[in-house]
């Protein structure tokens, strides 16, 4: 295969998202084969099992978006010990009606990063607990725990020289993975 798209979830709608910036610095490791395209989840309704019939054209848009691509990169903070409602909502709309699911078999990677000394391990986990029910083959190791810190993004929102040999090694491991589940 000469492109792998890669569809990016971030969980975060706040514009200046710490973890937006980490989605965007990571994709610029990756090798030019792997195109990396931000999927919009701000602008889906409530998942409400009623719409299952006629769903909103921000749903359709998000079930072809994750059908087209190759791979998932959910790239999430950690609110309250756990996903974000807007992160778990896309999650839902994707999944939907049952038997439907855009997700199915889309092998994906989970990343994250927060001010706090875990980083994100609890949502991470709890979103590896989704995504196996959803049928996602997720990467398994190396797990990536990021806490915010001066030198992680350089001036120019790369990632910072004390990061990157470690950063590089998750995202080579991240595109094998891809490569190895679509063949």
């Avoid at 978006?65 to 709309?93: C, M, Q, W």
């Avoid at 001036?155 to 991240?174: D, H, K, P, R, T």
């Amino acid at each position: 295969m000469s492109q792998y798209q890669i569809a990016v979830i971030v969980g975060s709608l706040r514009q200046d998202s710490l973890n937006r910036k980490l989605a965007t610095a990571i994709a610029r490791l990756a090798p030019p084969e792997y195109s990396f395209k931000q999927v919009s989840i701000g602008d889906l309704p409530l998942y409400n099992q009623d719409d299952d019939a006629h769903p909103a054209l921000a749903v359709l848009r998000l079930k072809e978006e994750i059908k087209a691509a190759h791979g998932l990169l959910f790239v999430t903070p950690e609110y309250n010990r756990s996903i974000p409602g807007v992160l778990k909502n896309a999650l839902d709309h994707g999944s939907r009606p049952y038997g439907h699911s855009a997700w199915v078999g889309k092998p994906a990677g989970v990343i994250g990063i927060s001010v706090g000394a875990i980083g994100t391990a609890l949502a991470q986990q709890h979103l590896r607990n989704i995504l196996a029910y959803l049928d996602v083959p997720t990467l398994g190791q190396p797990e990536i725990f990021l806490q915010a810190k001066d030198g992680l993004f350089d001036e120019a929102g790369n990632i910072g020289a004390g990061s990157q040999a470690f950063l590089q090694g998750w995202i080579n491991q991240y595109v094998a993975w891809v490569r190895q589940h679509i063949g």
